[in-house]
């Protein structure tokens, strides 16, 4: 069974950096033909894809966030992480980490999603 649980703040100021880890379990995020994503949804929104990094360590951005946004990952503890910077509260949102098939199955395994609101 894969699971995925992300962590890190849950409040942070504005114009600082929004920092999230997820850890995964019960796959390598190695593995080949899955990418590891990152979704949020704003209050009352629908769901935002922001990026992703892929098994073999590729990089992909939403270009709407793509200047502000970094995803990188530690293949010794099986762990991806997303930095968003200069963060304002429009950013305020509940996180997802996701993994992705390349096949049509799509978003397979979520994170259960974390609450992180801008405010100061």
């Known amino acids: 069974q894969v699971q995925l649980q992300e962590s890190g703040p849950g409040l942070v100021a504005p114009s600082q950096t929004l920092s999230l880890t997820c850890t995964v379990s019960?796959?390598?995020?190695?593995?080949?033909?899955?990418?590891w994503s990152w979704i949020r949804q704003p209050p009352g929104k629908g769901l935002e894809w922001m990026g992703a990094?892929?098994?073999?360590?590729?990089?992909y951005f939403s270009p709407s966030l793509k200047s502000r946004t970094s995803i990188s990952r530690d293949t010794s503890k099986n762990q991806f992480s997303l930095q968003l910077s200069s963060v304002t509260p429009e950013d305020t949102a509940v996180y997802y980490c996701?993994?992705?098939?390349?096949?049509?199955?799509?978003?397979?395994?979520w994170g259960q999603g974390t609450q992180v609101t801008v405010s100061s």
């Open positions: 990094i892929g098994y073999a360590g590729s990089r």
């Open positions: 996701v993994r992705k098939s390349a096949t049509p199955r799509g978003f397979d395994y």
């Open positions: 019960g796959d390598s995020i190695t593995t080949t033909n899955y990418y």
